[in-house]
């Protein structure tokens, strides 16, 4: 069976585990960061929420999971503020899949 994790800072993902979603709260250690998410997609986890100033961090990292049906890595806004990542990703989601951008 699958699972569905929540990476982030501790403040932003912590209503997660209410819902029965895995926590795995992050600092400012990279190497350490990257690790994690390794682990998680290699680990049986389908959907993997990143607060978008991780992923905007180890984006790098997460474009190795773009063309794979799973793990799903999504980014959500943190309780320090939106980006606007996860809206971007939204609409190239969407892009890919319509043929256009129709979220705009």
Not at 12 to 30: K, N, R
Not at 62 to 91: F, H, W
Request: no cysteine.
């Amino acid at each position: 069976m699958y699972k569905i994790g929540a990476m982030g800072d501790r403040d932003s993902i912590y209503g997660f585990a209410s819902i029965g979603v895995d926590i795995f709260p992050t600092d400012d250690d990279l190497t350490a960061t990257v690790k994690t998410l390794r682990r998680l997609a290699d680990g049986g986890y389908a959907v993997i929420f990143i607060t978008e100033a991780v992923y905007s961090q180890i984006d790098a990292e997460i474009e190795r999971y773009k063309d794979k049906p799973l793990p799903a890595i999504i980014p959500i806004p943190g309780v320090y503020g939106n980006t606007g990542i996860g809206m971007k990703q939204v609409s190239s989601f969407v892009e890919r899949a319509v043929g256009s951008d129709i979220v705009k």
